[in-house]
């Protein structure tokens, strides 16, 4: 069976406090994206959890989605195992949420397919252990997160077309949270005070733009194409940027004008990911 695993954006980012565990309280908006990760399951009854196919690039200690699957295998005492094949199209390290997707993925496919009919918040408990972003791919809805992520309130969101730009460079989470120029918002806001106009800023940049200037030079580029919506951003603890558009030709037109040394692609917004149903997206 083949699930799709989506990319996410966060249309802003608010760190509001750092915690005794390590984590960072925080708020932000998940918005789901329809650009996906492949990723195909086939059931062993040997137990092992192979990795055959895809994210060469990432030592097997460190891979999320297997990761997650050993986990749940644990957790669970089941004995039946999986190879796992992965067609990756989310850039990795850019804040777009893909291992987290991915780590997601696993966890649900793997609750289907090796009978174990947890709950989705079960899931939830076991993916926040993975990581912050594993939650809302659970969850499986654009949302408001609080907590380190886990709090989520779902929302309906526009459906603008974004260009996501990848400026092919990797900023390390670690060293975003631990930089001088990480900024806090440490006011709470109300989702019902929220503008997505007023209210843009991701208190990661300014760090983010210190380890890698190019950050600053992609978002001058967004904010000057044509017919676009509001101003550049980037998601997560970066790389990645985007800018919104209404319609989908003026942000392809917009992808083609980008410098060759970046990466771009075009994506709807969605509410609600493939994997929202426990019938995820069998292809």
Not at 128 to 147: M, R
Not at 209 to 231: V, Y
Not at 233 to 247: D, I, Q
Request: charged fraction near 20%; include cysteine.
């Amino acid at each position: 069976m083949t699930y799709l695993s989506p990319a996410k954006i966060n249309l802003f980012l608010h760190i509001n406090s750092k915690r005794d565990d390590g984590y960072h309280n925080l708020q932000t908006i998940f918005q789901l994206l329809g650009f996906y990760d492949e990723i195909n399951f086939s059931v062993r009854e040997d137990g092992k959890i192979n990795r055959t196919l895809g994210n060469e690039d990432i030592p097997l200690a460190n891979d999320l989605m297997i990761k997650s699957a050993k986990k749940l295998q644990k957790l669970s005492g089941v004995n039946l195992g999986v190879d796992i094949r992965i067609k990756k199209k989310i850039p990795s390290g850019g804040g777009l949420g893909g291992g987290s997707s991915n780590a997601a993925t696993a966890l649900m496919a793997l609750n289907h397919l090796w009978g174990l009919e947890l709950t989705k918040q079960k899931l939830i408990d076991i993916g926040k252990g993975i990581g912050a972003d594993v939650p809302v791919f659970i969850e499986g809805q654009s949302s408001w997160a609080e907590g380190i992520g886990e709090i989520l309130y779902p929302l309906n969101l526009p459906k603008y077309f974004y260009l996501v730009v990848s400026i092919n460079k990797h900023v390390s989470t670690q060293e975003i949270f631990s930089h001088k120029a990480l900024t806090m918002t440490p006011v709470q806001r109300k989702m019902s005070d929220f503008s997505l106009v007023s209210n843009p800023h991701n208190d990661c940049l300014d760090a983010a733009i210190d380890l890698e200037g190019g950050i600053k030079d992609a978002l001058r580029h967004l904010d000057s194409t044509q017919n676009h919506i509001d101003i550049a951003r980037m998601t997560g603890s970066g790389s990645c940027v985007f800018v919104a558009f209404e319609n989908e030709s003026d942000a392809l037109i917009a992808k083609e004008e980008l410098p060759s040394k970046w990466v771009g692609f075009v994506a709807k917004a969605i509410d609600k990911s493939p994997l929202y149903n426990w019938d995820v997206a069998k292809r």
